[in-house]
């Protein structure tokens, strides 16, 4: 069973920046495609980055354009989400996913297993 578990969250301005990260346990990290969703109040949970298990290819929803990057580091078992110029709208809160089936390019929501409780960012204008 893999435990996940987010940092990073907090209040930041509008055009800030924050690095969140997921810590992950219980498991082999390294057979994990790893990915971020995030959920804000009254909105379907959507997906932001993901990860393949290697750490090669990265995937990004299309709202990022550029602004977040995600990474992971092997040796820590943890996996990272670089967010820059924040606005109102990224305030949600952040989940970090592990997923076994499959790849990290065609993964749903279905495909991830085990899921972190979140991170909550606020950013205010």
């Known amino acids: 069973q893999v435990q996940l578990v987010e940092s990073g969250g907090g209040l930041v301005q509008a055009g800030g920046s924050l690095r969140l990260s997921c810590v992950a346990s219980?498991?082999?990290?390294?057979?994990?495609?790893m990915g971020w969703f995030r959920q804000a109040p009254g909105k379907e949970r959507e997906f932001v980055a993901s990860?393949?298990?290697?750490?090669?290819?990265?995937y990004y929803g299309d709202f990022v354009k550029g602004r977040f990057t995600i990474s992971r580091d092997g040796a820590k078992n943890t996996v990272y989400l670089l967010t820059n110029n924040l606005n109102p709208e990224d305030s949600a809160v952040y989940f970090c996913a592990a997923g076994s089936r499959g790849v990290a390019r065609f993964a749903t929501m279905a495909n991830y297993e085990y899921w972190g409780r979140g991170t909550q960012v606020t950013v205010s204008s």
């Open positions: 219980g498991g082999t990290f390294s057979t994990y495609f």
């Open positions: 990860i393949s298990r290697g750490g090669s290819m990265t």
